[in-house]
């Protein structure tokens, strides 16, 4: 049994036997220097696997975001966000910081964005008014409880993009997830985007590290940004490394993990004071609302600690996430917990 369930996050995913042996063995080279062959392999197999031209790999999915939006935008201009989106609410303001370009944020049915208020939404040319280069997409949608935004919508926001000459940057953090609940190819989705961005690092396991992928051009530039905000490594090799057995390895079983916070939801949804639809639990996130008639939720998680279950505070309530590193026991250990402190 784990000295903790640990439901903060799939980041907290710890490298496997196998990942731990390839940083042991990684062959490495200088990758600012270009002559890194570990991670010339992880961007090759990316952009493969993605049905993209090439392939950058980021210390971060904030630096991989930060930069494609830095790459596609201009000052004077604006980028189309989802309202909860993660790279609007937290990414610290990229934005802003880096790219210069403000956000418009619109609302969405649970991550999908309507295109018609896309298209609404988009500026006409004025000098008053900054003008619309941009829309970014979120797909699992995280901070809507890893929602899968389906595809048809996708595919009508491409269809205004393109009308409009709009990019589309896709954050597929975890795309894997959307595209093993979906049964749709990731190449599917990252075809909607310009370029996409997925992580290595959270249900996949590795422990560093996020890819962007794009066309030729799209990537010389983003090698440029990421050098410039100081994400130029140098034998990186070891972190690519783990990043190759998270792309050959790891994404098959992400379905455990989807069945599992499935258990978990309904046997959550049906405590007092716990306000969640488990239909609307798809991958590995769960977030529900919570109303107690004592106890707050910093005071309810931390008796949840007592108990060796970790969880986080979320806008809206409280939410537990399932990776790799969380077991049965753990899934029992959690809802022993809920029934201890919540039970009538
Ligand atoms: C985690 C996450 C990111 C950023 O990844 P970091 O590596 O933590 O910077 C971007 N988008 C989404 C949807 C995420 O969940």
Redesign the pocket.
């Known amino acids: 049994m784990h000295e903790y369930s640990d439901f903060r996050s799939d ?1 907290v995913t710890r490298p496997t036997e196998s990942m731990k042996k390839a940083m042991a063995e990684a062959v490495v080279g200088d990758d600012v220097l270009g002559d890194d062959p570990t991670v010339q392999k992880l961007e090759a197999m990316s952009a493969e696997r993605m049905g993209k031209e090439a392939a950058l790999y980021t210390p ?4 991989a ?1 930060s930069i494609a939006v830095k790459a596609w935008t201009r000052e004077l201009e604006e980028v189309i966000v989802e309202a909860r ?3 609007y609410n ?2 610290s303001t990229h934005m802003t910081f880096i790219s210069r370009v403000t956000p418009r944020s619109l609302q969405s049915n649970r991550g999908a964005m309507d295109p018609e208020e896309i298209e609404r939404n988009i500026r006409m040319p004025s000098v008053h008014i900054p003008r619309t280069s941009l829309i970014c997409v ?1 797909n699992t ?2 901070n809507w409880s890893g929602a899968v935004v389906p595809m048809d919508n996708l595919k009508a926001i491409r269809e205004i993009a393109d009308k409009h000459e709009l990019m589309i940057h896709f ?1 597929g ?2 795309v894997f997830n959307a595209s093993t609940a979906s049964g749709i190819p990731v190449k599917e989705y990252a075809a909607i985007g310009d370029s996409l ?1 997925f ?1 290595l ?2 249900g996949l396991s590795a422990p560093v590290g ?1 890819v962007l992928v794009g066309p030729k051009e799209f990537i010389a530039y983003a090698r440029r940004v990421r050098k410039v905000l100081g994400g130029g490594l140098r034998q990186v090799g070891v972190l690519a490394a783990p990043g190759i057995v998270a792309l050959t390895e790891m994404v098959g079983r992400l379905k455990e993990d989807h069945e599992r916070a499935k258990k978990l939801a309904l046997s959550l949804h049906e405590f007092p004071g716990i306000s969640l639809n488990p239909d609307a639990v798809q991958t590995n996130i769960i977030i529900f609302g919570f109303d107690h008639p004592t106890l707050s939720i910093p005071e309810f998680l931390a008796k949840m600690k007592e108990r060796r279950v970790l969880a986080l505070a979320t806008t809206g309530g409280i939410r537990f996430v399932v990776h790799k590193d969380i077991d049965d026991e753990d899934i029992d250990r959690a809802i022993s917990a809920f029934r201890n402190f919540l039970a009538q």
């Open positions: 980041t971060s999915g904030t630096m975001n989106a993660h790279i937290m990414e979120e949608h995280n954050d953090a975890r961005m992580c690092s959270k996020s």
